[in-house]
């Protein structure tokens, strides 16, 4: 039995008449569904025809050869895998709690370099994703942008959207070795707002 989140790997249990590879290694602190995003989650039910998912807290859907669970508001949410007998029986083989957490928030990257890295003077792109840390595959929109930079006069420049060429002027007039920083309300396949900053040296 394994149940893939990087969590459920295998484990062997005996019987008189055989030998099911249906065991597991579990890393407790990585057992976690995030809300409103598409967990993969694959099972095997080794020694039996056919295996199933059973989830508490959650919705699942078929897809390919795994499932798709969306949990809901809870705080845990159980999985269980089944193994289906050739005469149609059901029989329980493992269950596993899993941490529910809304996901994590991304990072800005201006033209390609994440906030703390030199900033590209010539790219009038802001972007809100998952750095190579956060092994999730979700697309953030940006909303709006609020432009801060040593010596601005008046009301910070905004913006909406991800195109952020409106502030390129006052961006190339900015010193060398200066930070500027922008300021995003950001949204992910989960539908929360969140409220993102970022900063770069020029």
Do not use: H
Request: charged share 20%.
């Amino acid at each position: 039995l394994a149940i893939s989140n990087c969590t459920i790997v295998s484990f062997t249990t005996r019987t008189r008449s055989s030998i099911f590879n249906v065991g597991s290694i579990e890393l407790p602190e990585l057992n976690v569904l995030y809300r409103g995003y598409d967990n993969i989650v694959n099972i095997t039910a080794s020694g039996y025809p056919s295996g199933d998912l059973s989830v508490t807290n959650a919705n699942k859907s078929k897809k390919g050869d795994g499932y798709v669970v969306r949990p809901g508001k809870g705080k845990t949410s159980t999985l269980t895998v089944m193994g289906k007998t050739v005469d149609g029986k059901s029989v329980r083989l493992k269950s596993l709690d899993f941490r529910v957490q809304n996901m994590p928030d991304p990072q800005l990257f201006w033209g390609g370099k994440k906030s703390g890295d030199k900033g590209n003077k010539n790219s009038a792109l802001i972007q809100a994703k998952y750095g190579p840390g956060i092994p999730l595959k979700a697309e953030f929109k940006v909303l709006k942008w609020k432009f801060l930079a040593p010596g601005l006069k008046g009301a910070p420049p905004t913006g909406v959207g991800g195109n952020i060429s409106s502030v390129s002027t006052l961006v190339r007039a900015v010193k060398a070795g200066t930070g500027i920083s922008f300021v995003c309300d950001v949204r992910g396949p989960d539908g929360i707002t969140r409220k993102v900053g970022g900063t770069w040296s020029l």
